[in-house]
C-alpha cells in the first residue's frame, strides 16, 4: 500500500516562511523518480484547489503551477530521499487551508487534475495569521 505523508504545517504569522515536505513509501511506490507529484489545499468552505505539481525524471523534473501562485511557492523534490517540498516564503493569510499532496502512477508530467492522482496522504494544516 502506498502511503504519503505531509509534514511542516502549523501556525505562522503573515509574511514568514513554511516549508511542507511529502513522504512516500510502500511497495507499489518504489520508483518514486518517476512520478508526477502534486500540491493541493482546501481553505474552510471551499473545494480543494491545484496548488503545484512537479514532473519525474522522463518530464525533466519540470514544475507546474496555478494560476494564482504567481511565483509566490515553489515546488521542489528529493527523488532519491523520496520526498517533495513546497516552499513558501512571504506567507499570507489566504494561503490558510489544508494541504495535501499526491501521487500519480499513471503521469509522470506535472498533472494538475486531481483525477489524474492516485494516491493522496491525510494533509496537513496550515493556518497563517496576521
Known amino acids: 500500500q502506498v502511503q504519503l505523508i505531509e509534514s511542516g504545517g502549523g501556525l505562522v504569522q503573515a509574511g514568514g516562511s513554511l516549508r511542507l515536505s511529502c513522504t512516500a513509501s510502500g511497495r507499489s511506490f518504489e520508483s518514486f523518480g518517476s512520478n508526477g507529484l502534486g500540491w493541493f489545499r482546501q481553505a474552510s468552505g471551499k473545494e480543494r484547489e491545484f496548488v503545484a505539481a512537479?514532473?519525474?525524471?522522463?518530464?525533466?523534473?519540470?514544475?507546474k503551477y496555478a494560476d494564482f501562485v504567481k511565483g509566490r511557492f515553489t515546488v521542489s523534490r528529493d527523488n532519491a530521499k523520496g520526498i517533495m517540498y513546497l516552499q513558501r516564503n512571504s506567507l499570507d493569510p489566504v494561503d490558510t487551508g489544508d494541504y495535501y499532496c499526491?501521487?500519480?502512477?499513471?503521469?509522470?508530467?506535472?498533472?494538475?487534475?486531481?483525477?489524474?492522482?492516485?494516491?493522496w496522504g491525510q494533509g496537513t494544516q496550515v493556518t497563517v495569521v496576521s
Open positions: 499526491a501521487a500519480s502512477e499513471q503521469f509522470s508530467g506535472a498533472v494538475q487534475l486531481a483525477w489524474e492522482f492516485n494516491y
Open positions: 512537479i514532473g519525474g525524471t522522463w518530464s525533466g523534473g519540470v514544475p
